[in-house]
């Protein structure tokens, strides 16, 4: 029988069985974003994959896109568990559960969208009987399967202390099913000596061994497309680039997700503001390499101008994908001027006390009024105005300061708001990552060789699917977190042990 | 063992396209909407195109103009990107050098569409379709065996289709030498589009053969192959115009 400090016991272990409104409403909720997807999903299997806008040659569309992305995102809970695990870094401790979960949940949504891909969904154990070796398709499918299972070995043996905790302080009223999942679930722990020390050497065991998983299914998707002949995947580039962008993107949404854990489920005494601020220098670092990469490709290939990758490039930077390029740069540079800015802050306090947010508002709207003036005022000749040419010219000039004025006066809200800072710079990160994805896979499947350059456009099925995989998501998370608690009871225990001054 | 190949004489060729319908009608490729065609979901297994295809080389503004044509089976390549990626082997060579598909194996990934760089590989997007009439005059000659489905037979929705320089035909003339009990000879075996052709452009031969009329137009200082900078070998030799 094992106890838990009673704080800790009404913050993370009653609500488990407490089943309010707001549950309900969310489970609700995610079931009607789910359902039209499942609906679609029915009537492209009906039809075949014809409902889609998929055409020659464009073979791969959006559901690669969200594969690649999903892959990437769920890169998210190895760097945390395991790399800070082994490096033991004392600040991942009530983030690992939820990191590990995403991992999980990621590669199974991942896995989805491969399902929804195939031509024939029911020749998919093919690849078991008949498997090639020698195919990257079947790389990447054993790839993803050791990941995936590797993934839950690690969540359920990071979870066994906790399943033991959760039997042995059930409440008198909870359903018998729940006990009986419990019991089951927790394999005998007692919490002895011998079967910690067990415990621990077979998690770092893992950790070890998940790491070079992780990296491996990202470069072997990666690989998906660079052992292709098609123009723009570059072999070299790609793999290291696929690599960055996961954990890029899994930071990112591993922020969104603790942040809405945070909120929801009222985990502010768990999850403290220093994971935040620590987490955000590697995002910040993931950030420059990515820069760092995207510019190397987007140089060469405009530099070199070969036939077949320049009008795959020349599509990205000024034709019909600039705005899914531009957009991605756009969103990217915001995200790191968020993340970046307010550390800047932080050497002269005093200095900048100008930088407040009414300021940013009265500037805002003093360009925004300007603009409007300079819109409204009479267009004149140019022969006849010199003057005013210039006069206009200046007046661009002060909107345009202006604006930067607002944006920097913005960096102190943004410094005592790190929360809402981190996650509106992680959603713009996602976004962003996601249309990289979209920027690797759909320019060069539209512009193949032999076949006329086309354009491709998501029909409504598709972009159902696509809610519904992240409705599938969301969903998972919501279950998971009502039948486990969201922080590791054991590690927050073990940090207390370790660091008796922090208050939890 | 024979490595066959065709030979595709562009001097001759009128691009009437007879071929690509010669095509149609021996290997059951299905007719879609015209809508459908628009976006690229036609079946042509032998297409006949203009080149360039993209405007990636200077063709001139009217009148100064310069306009070719060009006609595309399978490339039946020596080294064949498709067959690389194939994850369950749905796609394979063969022990005489073509390049098959087994539409009761392919699982619809689509991989091999995208490694292919002269695009001659059809996906259906949906149940393939005829017209009354048109259904009644479907080939009914298939290749079926050992749980594998190949050639014209009617391909069920979702998986990948090629031209497969008429394989049926290949095992019909061996049967039917051997019903005559004769010796097989490489002339017994002809692709539909060769057989149709217009301009008798098109040749077909064992390239093992030295005395083979395709291992003679190789060697011709016309012969070139499409896309060489892939890598792929074609087995399909173009000879120049002009």
């Known amino acids: 029988m094992q106890t838990i400090d009673p704080h800790d016991r009404e913050a993370l272990i009653m609500p488990l069985y407490r089943f309010n409104r707001t549950f309900w409403v969310t489970l609700v909720a995610l079931i009607v974003v789910i359902a039209p997807g499942v609906i679609f999903y029915v009537r492209q299997l009906y039809f075949g994959l014809g409902v889609t806008d998929l055409t020659r040659p464009v073979f791969w569309g959006i ?37 590990e979960a995403l991992t999980v949940f990621g590669l199974m949504i991942a896995g989805l969208q491969i399902i929804v891909d195939m031509g024939r969904p029911d020749r998919v ?20 399967t050791i990941y995936l299972l590797t993934a839950i070995f690690a969540l359920y043996l990071q979870l066994l202390p906790d399943i033991a905790l959760l039997r042995d302080n059930i409440p008198a009223q909870a359903p018998a099913w729940r006990k009986k999942i419990y019991s089951l679930l927790s394999l005998n722990w007692h919490g002895n000596f011998e079967q910690w020390r067990r415990l621990k050497k077979v998690i770092t065991i893992v950790s070890v061994c998940i790491i070079p998983v992780g990296i491996s299914l990202h470069t072997i998707t990666s690989w998906l497309f660079s052992t292709t002949v098609q123009p723009g995947w570059k072999s070299t580039i790609l793999g290291p680039y696929f690599v960055i962008g996961a954990i890029f993107s899994g930071i990112g949404l591993l922020f969104i997700v603790v942040s809405f854990a945070r909120h929801f489920l009222h985990l502010r005494t768990y999850i403290s503001l220093g994971f935040y601020n620590n987490l955000s220098w590697i995002f910040i670092i993931m950030s420059a390499v990515w820069f760092y990469f995207t510019g190397n490709e987007v140089l060469i290939l405009t530099a070199e101008q070969e036939t077949l990758e320049f009008p795959v490039m020349a599509a990205k930077l000024w034709g019909e994908f600039a705005p899914s390029f531009w957009i991605m740069v756009a969103l990217m540079v915001a995200a790191t001027w968020l993340l970046v800015m307010p550390k800047f802050l932080s050497a002269s306090p005093k200095k900048a006390s100008v930088l407040q947010p009414h300021v940013a508002l009265a500037s805002a709207i003093t360009a925004a009024m300007l603009f409007t003036l300079v819109k409204l005022s009479p267009k004149v000749t140019a022969l006849a105005a010199l003057n005013t040419n210039s006069i206009l010219l200046i007046s661009w000039l002060i909107i345009g300061l202006l604006l930067l004025l607002s944006i920097a006066s913005l960096t102190r809200w943004f410094k005592n708001h790190l929360v809402a800072t981190t996650f509106i710079a992680s959603t713009l990160v996602l976004v962003g990552m996601w249309l990289e994805r979209w920027n690797i896979i759909i320019p060069t499947v539209t512009h193949a060789r032999l076949i006329p350059y086309t354009i491709y456009n998501p029909t409504i099925t598709e972009v159902f699917i696509t809610i519904s995989a992240a409705g599938i998501f969301v969903l998972l998370f919501v279950l998971f977190f009502k039948l486990f608690p969201a922080v590791s009871l054991w590690e927050i225990e073990e940090e207390r042990r370790s660091n008796p001054g922090s208050s939890h | 063992m024979a490595r066959w190949s065709m030979v ?24 879609v909407s015209p809508d459908e065609a628009k976006n690229g979901r036609a079946i042509r297994w032998n297409d006949v195109f203009p080149v360039p295809v993209n405007p990636t080389e200077k063709t001139g503004e009217y009148p100064n103009v310069k306009t070719r044509y060009t006609t595309r089976p399978c490339m039946q390549c020596e080294n064949p990107p498709c067959v690389k990626v194939c994850p369950v082997q749905a796609t394979y060579k063969d022990d005489q050098g073509l390049i098959r598909q087994d539409y009761n194996r392919c699982i619809g990934c689509r991989f091999c569409t995208m490694g292919c760089p002269y695009g001659v590989r059809y996906f259906n997007w949906f149940k393939p379709e005829w017209q009354e009439t048109l259904s009644e005059y479907r080939n009914p000659d298939q290749l079926k065996m050992n749980g594998s489905l190949e050639g014209p037979a009617v391909r069920p929705v979702g998986v990948v289709e090629k031209c497969t320089y008429c394989v049926h035909r290949l095992f019909k003339a061996k049967a039917r030498a051997e019903a005559e009990s004769r010796d097989f000879r490489a002339s017994d075996y002809v692709p539909a589009c060769v057989q149709t052709c217009t301009g008798k452009a098109r040749f077909f031969g064992d390239l093992d053969d030295p005395n083979s009329i395709v291992s003679q137009l190789a060697k011709s200082p016309r012969a070139f192959r499409m896309l060489e900078d892939t890598g792929a070998e074609p087995k399909t030799i173009y000879l120049q115009e002009g």
């Open chain 1, 63 to 99: 559901y690669l896109v969200n594969f690649i992305f999903l892959i990437g995102v769920s890169m998210a809970g190895t760097l945390i568990s395991a790399v800070l695990q082994l490096m033991n870094v004392h600040w991942r401790r009530p983030i690992t559960r939820i990191a």
């Open chain 1, 125 to 144: 154990f093919f690849t078991f009987i008949y498997g090639r070796l020698q195919a990257p398709l079947m790389w990447d499918i054993a790839s993803l």
């Open chain 2, 8 to 31: 595709i004489d562009l001097e001759k060729c009128v691009a009437c396209q007879g071929c690509s319908i010669a095509c149609r009608f021996e290997n059951n490729t299905p007719v």
